[in-house]
């Protein structure tokens, strides 16, 4: 199973722009979803909401 390791970077303060932020993804070969995954998990669950991008992802 494939999974990735994902870094979000503010490269340029927030006070200087609003538009400064990088999500960076990298692809790796095993699942390791460690606390995030957990965290992703449970805030799904208590909202009870479906992510469109997780729903993109699964089909």
Do not use: K
């Not at 490269?11 to 932020?21: G, K, L, Y």
């Not at 669950?45 to 991008?53: C, F, R, S, Y």
């Amino acid at each position: 199973m494939n999974d990735y390791r994902v870094d979000v970077v503010e490269f340029i303060d927030s006070a200087h722009t609003p538009r400064n932020t990088l999500i960076r993804a990298t692809r790796t070969d095993h699942a390791d979803t460690g606390r995030a995954g957990s965290d992703y998990e449970r805030l799904v669950a208590e909202w009870n909401v479906t992510p469109a991008l997780a729903r993109l992802l699964d089909s």
